[in-house]
């Protein structure tokens, strides 16, 4: 499995970006997911979609993220609106399989900063 996230720059407050991530390799039943790591923080869960396209959002996201999922591309977007200055972080695609073959993957990551 293969995630390769890109979208990543510069931004100011109120602003919106997309970041998106090429998946390859993955199994069906795979749930692609958004996470973050902010200065000094620890990785926290941003937003997830199913293979089955259930979506799930962190709180502090709800309402300004959106993801989504291109199953004939394997792609997993997400569009972000109204952004802050506490959204700076280096944002990660992972691919998630809990039936046999069990795994998780990380992708490499893509950072951008929202200044103020």
């Known amino acids: 499995v293969q995630l390769q996230a890109s979208g990543g720059g510069l931004v100011q407050a109120g602003g919106s970006l997309r970041l998106s991530c090429a998946a390859s390799?993955?199994?069906?039943?795979?749930?692609l997911a958004w996470y973050r790591q902010g200065p000094g923080k620890q990785r926290e869960f941003i937003a997830s979609?199913?293979?089955?396209?259930?979506?799930k959002y962190a709180d502090s996201v709800e309402g300004r993220f959106t993801v989504s999922r291109h199953n004939g591309k394997n792609t997993l977007d997400l569009v972000m609106h109204s952004l802050q200055p506490e959204d700076t972080a280096v944002y990660y695609c992972?691919?998630?399989?809990?039936?046999?073959?069990?795994?998780?993957?990380w992708g490499q990551g893509t950072k951008f900063t929202v200044s103020s």
């Open positions: 992972n691919a998630r399989r809990s039936v046999t073959p069990v795994y998780t993957h």
């Open positions: 390799g993955i199994w069906g039943a795979t749930t």
């Open positions: 979609v199913t293979s089955g396209g259930i979506t």
